[in-house]
């Protein structure tokens, strides 16, 4: 497996003592190249209703991937035609990342849909879980600070109530050095949650598994190569994590490469039954940055402990 972690110029001298064991690592440097699976949307700005450019049909596969759209008739889907549907789906999208609802391509929602991402979908077999919940809220999101805006998965799946340590492992041939990354993860779940983890053998039963996979891995989200889709995870009691092996990973905010430990805290969210929120800030939020380092948020905590009770 091609496998690329990157570390902060202060940490380049432990690169050697993390990734020596890691006989499969290939050392290799960063590349000037920042393209990514998303790219085809920037040649959609300014597109709306009526308009037919080649990439559109593109526009709907990544809406329907992410949950935004669904065509019945399978030729509307793999046309060009910027149709009353695709305007709908754009109008969503927009309004769960808080642009303009204006059903238009433009630079907002460019900007947003060109940014790398968790695979989960957005929305689930049409649920917008997205959407803030409680009835004071009016529209335009002034009020933001004061409802929820975590979601779970439809029909709530959850780990049984009296299961609240939870055990996972990580697949034999993960990275040695990938693994404290991800322990610290379930290590401030653990501190914010009623929930205990332990890490087990890679031989023995445990609730979750982390591993890496590239492209199609077999579970039915394949994975897009470099950038675009980072990484999934699936809703409890599933317990399976995947990280994208085609990113370039690392170990804190290092340009151009993905935090292991950030995107950890946003798939335990998922393995724990959390869906995406609407908070920027929220780890729950779909989209991250090269670079970012994101902690838990107040709304991923509120979200946990809606959904279990506590
Ligand atoms: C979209 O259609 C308008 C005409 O309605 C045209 O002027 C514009 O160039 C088209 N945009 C693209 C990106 O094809
Ligand atoms: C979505 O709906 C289909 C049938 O309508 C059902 O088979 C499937 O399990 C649902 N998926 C989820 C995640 O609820
Ligand atoms: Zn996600
Ligand atoms: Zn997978």
């Known amino acids: 497996m091609a496998f690329k972690i990157f570390l902060p110029i202060s940490l380049i001298f432990l690169i050697f003592i993390l990734l020596a064991p890691i006989g499969h690592a290939k050392r290799s440097t960063p590349s000037d190249k920042t393209s990514s699976p998303f790219d085809f949307i920037k040649k959609l700005k300014g597109c709306h209703k009526g308009n037919h450019t080649k990439e559109i049909h593109e526009l709907k596969a990544y809406l329907e991937k992410f949950g935004y759209l669904k065509y019945e008739d399978k030729t509307h889907a793999t046309n060009d035609d910027f149709d009353d549907t695709l305007e709908s789906a754009i109008k969503t999208y927009q309004k769960n990342y808080h642009i303009k609802p204006s059903g238009i391509v433009d630079d907002k929602t460019i900007s947003k849909m060109t940014t790398p991402r968790c695979g989960v979908p957005d929305i689930v077999n049409g649920t917008n879980y997205m959407q ?29 109530s009296s299961k609240t340590h939870l055990t996972f492992r990580f697949s034999p041939n993960f990275p040695v050095s990938a693994v404290a990354p991800v322990a610290r993860a379930f290590h401030k779940w653990d501190l914010a949650t009623h929930f205990t983890f332990a890490q087990v053998g890679a031989n023995q039963n445990s609730d979750m598994i982390i591993e890496f996979h590239r492209r199609n891995h077999g579970d039915g989200a394949s994975f897009d190569g470099p950038g675009g889709v980072l ?48 908070v920027n800030a929220a780890i729950m939020f779909s989209g991250i940055g090269a670079g970012q380092i994101k902690n838990l948020h107040n709304d991923d905590i509120q979200g946990i402990r809606a959904l279990y009770g506590r």
């Open 132 to 160: 803030p919940r409680g009835k004071k809220h009016t529209p335009g999101f002034s009020n933001i600070h004061t409802v929820s805006h975590y979601r779970f998965f439809p029909g709530n799946p959850r780990w049984p």
């Open 231 to 278: 990484a999934h995870a699936f809703a409890p009691t599933n317990g399976r994590f995947h990280y994208d092996a085609d990113e370039r990973w690392s170990i804190g905010s290092v340009a151009g490469a993905f935090d292991l430990e950030t995107i950890a805290l946003h798939e335990i969210g998922h393995l724990l039954g959390l869906g995406h929120s609407s």
